[in-house]
């Protein structure tokens, strides 16, 4: 695989992340660059990691992972997205309450891995291909720390625009990326 065909695979694969991590810098309350760039870094590291998951597992279960990967995806997306709409719902009616200024680590790297199932089996059809997989995935990984990161910084700003909405937003966006997944592998719903 050259050079060109790489860029374009890494930020083809970082396009859900990047899409989540609007949302997710919109829920929060002015993310700073540093909250941003932990997110980029987190998504990064799991979008670089999963490509080699997959090409490791290679030809041994690649008809399984390329069976269930869209359903895990849309699963986790979608109890990650109606989570995030629920609690924009409810809403915090505490007028004094300290808004939220950081995800956990844990939700942003569940979040990571829902977006990143299909780096895993890319990294199978990876494997069957010549290419310097350990370039590839850092490639990913890369594309994808970008992408998040300016991701929450675009988040940052539409956040204020919708106030307590962008919450419910970002959900609304997470779970319509896993209906995208399983649109993807599965075809139509209607």
Do not use: C
Not at 40 to 69: C, N, Q, R, Y
Request: net charge neutral; proline share 3%.
């Amino acid at each position: 695989m050259n050079l060109s065909a790489t860029v374009i695979l890494a930020f083809g694969m970082s396009m859900d992340a990047f899409a989540a991590s609007i949302g997710k810098g919109a829920a929060l309350h002015k993310p700073r660059f540093r909250e941003a760039f932990r997110t980029g870094l987190i998504f990064g590291a799991v979008e670089a990691i999963t490509p080699l998951i997959g090409w490791g597992i290679g030809l041994l279960a690649s008809k399984f992972i390329m069976e269930w990967d869209h359903w895990v995806a849309f699963a986790l997306l979608f109890v990650l997205g109606s989570r995030m709409v629920y609690e924009g719902w409810k809403g915090n009616h505490d007028e004094n309450a300290e808004p939220v200024r950081r995800h956990g680590f844990w939700l942003l790297v569940t979040t990571a891995i829902a977006t990143s199932l299909d780096a895993m089996a890319i990294g199978v059809g990876l494997a069957f291909l010549q290419v310097n997989i350990l370039h590839t995935a850092m490639a990913i990984g890369l594309a994808t720390m970008i992408m998040a990161t300016l991701g929450m910084m675009i988040g940052r700003f539409i956040g204020p625009l919708l106030g307590k909405r962008a919450e419910i937003l970002g959900g609304v966006v997470l779970i319509g990326i896993g209906f995208s997944i399983l649109h993807e592998h599965i075809g139509p719903f209607f």
